[in-house]
């Protein structure tokens, strides 16, 4: 180690932040958040005009292509999507065999697990084939385990439906949505798609780094992203706006269910400290989508809880709040909340794991030590 690598290691362990807040831990060409100005892009697309004009499709194809795809592309990244969506026989015999408790992230990160058994990746030219793939099966993974032990069925998963948003609603629902529904979820896939050096994407990159395949990459991505603050946040957010019956009771209540920290679920963002502005990109297309007098009534709790938050509080709501009630409005059961999460961020998932591989370096940090030291060791014998 040269005497520059040294002193900066000294300079570092003199310098600690714990939760990693606000530490520049890298470089990327994939996205790019500015916390004071709100503004946010996809290899320099803007996502505001990426969700009010593209679709998910486009972006992910985007995020993996480093390039929007002309009509031609676009049509051909469609169809190897839609060729992609049969499931193994030896994954559908594991979702199978997975007991009805299970949470669908759990499933989702054994099957993705079973899926590099049974499809391994043997070679780095691969690993888009192999994003491609995830993007189109574990939309199918989450419905066929839905199906089986909810319904007591098997689904058959191919479609050629066009848009995964669709697809999924469509499989889940045994049904057409609506058009509304079909909009508002493909607009969310699209905010949810890649999100910079998140906790997820982290994991991911570091299990990259150690030129672990594709698939170790991503079941660390989706172990990390089902805790309660990261992913699981949406689910957690629909708890508490359930809590309520009418906007009237949460002035009343809401003291109630914000936790000892002061925290309440969907609400803060490490980043954006004057509020997520992604939640004003879907907003609109949540009141075009609650079309029934159930979800009028949701969306005017969880506006009641906003306000309150931000007037009382003054923290403001996050994308997984508004998410959250997205998939309620478009009839999504609670419990895949998170997997359409990561049914969306797979497409940046893989585009950083290929850039941290083409990067080539292994992530390696240093920690400040707090135990004992000089400590004095007593034979087995002798101790109390």
């Not at 058994?117 to 574990?138: T, V, Y």
């Not at 009771?249 to 914000?258: C, G, H, K, P, T």
Request: aromatic share 8%; net charge negative.
């Amino acid at each position: 180690m040269n005497q520059d690598k040294k002193i900066g290691l000294v300079e570092a362990k003199n310098s600690v932040n714990n939760d990693l807040d606000g530490i520049v831990a890298g470089t990327t060409n994939i996205c790019r958040l500015c916390a004071d100005s709100g503004h946010l892009s996809f290899r320099g697309y803007s996502v505001a005009d990426l969700v009010s004009q593209g679709s998910f499709e486009e972006t992910a194809h985007l995020l993996l292509y480093k390039k929007l795809p002309n009509a031609s592309e676009l049509n051909q990244f469609i169809q190897r999507l839609c060729s992609a969506r049969h499931l193994p026989v030896q994954v559908r015999q594991i979702i199978e065999r997975l007991p009805i408790e299970a949470h669908p992230m759990d499933v989702l990160r054994t099957a993705v697990s079973a899926m590099g058994c049974i499809e391994p990746e043997l070679d780095d030219d691969e690993a888009l084939r192999i994003g491609e793939r995830l993007i189109a099966s574990i939309p199918a993974i989450v419905a066929y385990w839905y199906h089986f032990h909810h319904m007591h069925r098997r689904v058959d998963t191919f479609s050629e439906e066009s848009k995964n948003a669709r697809y999924f609603l469509s499989l889940l629902q045994e049904q057409s949505p609506s058009p509304h529904h079909a909009m508002l979820i493909d607009r969310v896939l699209t905010l949810y798609s890649e999100h910079e050096f998140n906790a997820s994407t982290f994991a991911a990159r570091i299990a990259a780094a150690t030129k672990s395949d594709i698939y170790a990459s991503v079941v660390s991505a989706i172990s990390t992203l089902s805790g309660s603050l990261h992913g699981g946040a949406n689910e957690a957010a629909m708890s508490v706006i359930e809590q309520f019956d009418s906007p009237e009771q949460v002035e009343e209540r809401m003291s109630l269910y914000i936790e000892d920290d002061g925290s309440v679920p969907g609400f803060g963002h490490n980043i954006y400290r004057h509020g997520d502005p992604r939640i004003h990109y879907i907003k609109k297309h949540i009141d075009a989508a609650a079309i029934n007098e159930s979800s009028r009534r949701l969306l005017s709790i969880a506006q009641a809880i906003e306000m309150y938050m931000r007037e009382r509080h003054q923290v403001y709501a996050n994308l997984d709040f508004y998410a959250a009630v997205a998939f309620k409005v478009a009839g999504v059961p609670n419990t895949l909340f998170t997997p359409m999460f990561v049914m969306s961020r797979i497409a940046g998932w893989t585009a950083h794991v290929i850039e941290q591989r083409e990067l080539n370096q292994k992530l390696r940090p240093i920690a400040n030590y707090t135990g004992p030291q000089d400590t004095l060791y007593v034979p087995i014998a002798e101790r109390q």
